[in-house]
């Protein structure tokens, strides 16, 4: 039986008419210097690269004023990102403050920010070759901070089957790879993750998340420039191209590869490295303020 809906009082057509505010106004944040990243960008040199095979996931570290990609190799593919700060895994990537300050995807310009106390940008986006998509008439983008990853918990809610590759349990095994420790002793630690290369929006009846076939394609990247020593994961997610399902063995996956490059650090004099918040933590208590 579906819930009861109250009637609509006589007000509700002007309660609706409301004019929408922005949350929080671009225009009060500083910007990052891409003119700063674009001549860094012309000396990088490639230092590394490791492939995340299909179904499964890598981590990897950038030292701040490198840049990193993540690159589709050989077929349309979806990866789930996650970054730590690498020296205290409790600063990480929130997904849901990057979501309120930039939108619901992000691109060329937008910053990863950092869990709260700490709240700085952990990386910017310095070139995406798939900027070009934009938004598509089913209000699909590219590159989402909307969704959480798949995971074998809500598998297992909604289908009744355990599933061990998805993107969770691939950061989790990554992660405690990495850490040379357990995945149960880490997975507390993977978080809510940028959405590489999936095209995904919310239903205009429903307003129900959506995913559809990704447009990226073998030779296309995202790139990012690291604003602090950071600690990452990235998982070729099991839905492939995120097209019709994941947390299966039915799509077809394919590898991903992250390329690491270090600029000439001179030409980045003049960039304005960030620090943690300095709000003083008081939260309004008495003396503490």
Same mark, same amino acid.
């Given at each position: 039986?579906?819930?009861?809906?109250?009637?609509?009082?006589?007000?509700?057509?002007?309660?609706?008419?409301?004019?929408?505010?922005?949350?929080?106004?671009?225009?009060?944040?500083?910007?990052?210097?891409?003119?700063?990243?674009?001549?860094?960008?012309?000396?990088?040199?490639?230092?590394?690269?490791?492939?995340?095979?299909?179904?499964?996931?890598?981590?990897?570290?950038?030292?701040?004023?490198?840049?990193?990609?993540?690159?589709?190799?050989?077929?349309?593919?979806?990866?789930?990102?996650?970054?730590?700060?690498?020296?205290?895994?409790?600063?990480?990537?929130?997904?849901?403050?990057?979501? %309120?300050?930039?939108? +619901?995807?992000?691109?060329?310009?937008?910053?990863?920010?950092?869990?709260?106390?700490?709240?700085?940008?952990?990386?910017?986006?310095?070139?995406?070759?798939?900027?070009?998509?934009?938004?598509?008439?089913?209000? %699909?983008?590219?590159?989402?901070?909307?969704?959480?990853?798949?995971?074998?918990? +809500?598998?297992? @809610?909604?289908?009744?089957?355990?599933?061990?590759?998805?993107?969770?349990?691939?950061?989790?095994?990554?992660?405690?790879?990495?850490?040379?420790?357990?995945?149960?002793?880490?997975?507390?630690?993977?978080?809510?993750?940028?959405?590489?290369?999936?095209? +995904?929006? =919310?239903?205009?009846?429903?307003?129900?998340?959506?995913?559809?076939?990704?447009?990226?394609?073998?030779?296309?990247?995202?790139?990012? =420039?690291?604003?602090?020593?950071?600690?990452?994961?990235?998982?070729?997610?099991?839905?492939?191209?995120?097209?019709?399902?994941?947390?299966?063995?039915?799509?077809?996956?394919?590898? @991903?590869?992250?390329?690491?490059?270090?600029?000439?650090?001179? +030409?980045?004099?003049?960039?304005?490295?960030?620090?943690p918040s300095t709000y003083q933590r008081g939260h309004g208590a008495s003396g503490n303020h």
């Open positions: 039986m579906s819930p009861k809906i109250p009637p609509a009082p006589a007000d509700a057509a002007s309660r609706r008419a409301a004019k929408p505010t922005v949350v929080y106004p671009a225009g009060t944040m500083p910007k990052p210097d891409m003119t700063v990243l674009e001549a860094a960008r012309s000396t990088m040199v490639k230092t590394q690269e490791i492939v995340v095979p299909p179904r499964d996931a890598r981590a990897f570290r950038v030292l701040r004023g490198q840049f990193f990609r993540i690159v589709s190799i050989e077929g349309p593919q979806v990866g789930d990102l996650n970054l730590w700060n690498a020296h205290d895994l409790s600063e990480r990537f929130f997904s849901g403050k990057t979501r %309120a300050l930039h939108a +619901t995807h992000v691109g060329a310009g937008d910053r990863l920010w950092s869990t709260m106390p700490h709240l700085r940008p952990m990386a910017t986006i310095s070139h995406d070759t798939l900027g070009w998509y934009g938004f598509d008439t089913d209000g %699909a983008g590219i590159h989402d901070v909307i969704g959480t990853r798949c995971d074998p918990y +809500t598998n297992l @809610l909604l289908g009744g089957a355990s599933y061990d590759f998805c993107c969770h349990s691939n950061l989790s095994r990554a992660l405690a790879a990495e850490l040379k420790t357990d995945a149960r002793a880490v997975e507390h630690h993977v978080h809510d993750v940028l959405n590489v290369f999936m095209c +995904t929006g =919310f239903t205009a009846d429903t307003h129900q998340y959506f995913m559809k076939a990704s447009p990226v394609r073998p030779g296309d990247f995202i790139e990012l =420039f690291a604003e602090i020593d950071l600690l990452g994961a990235l998982s070729a997610c099991p839905g492939g191209d995120c097209s019709a399902t994941h947390s299966s063995d039915v799509a077809a996956c394919y590898p @991903l590869k992250i390329e690491i490059f270090e600029p000439d650090r001179a +030409t980045l004099g003049t960039w304005n490295w960030p620090s």
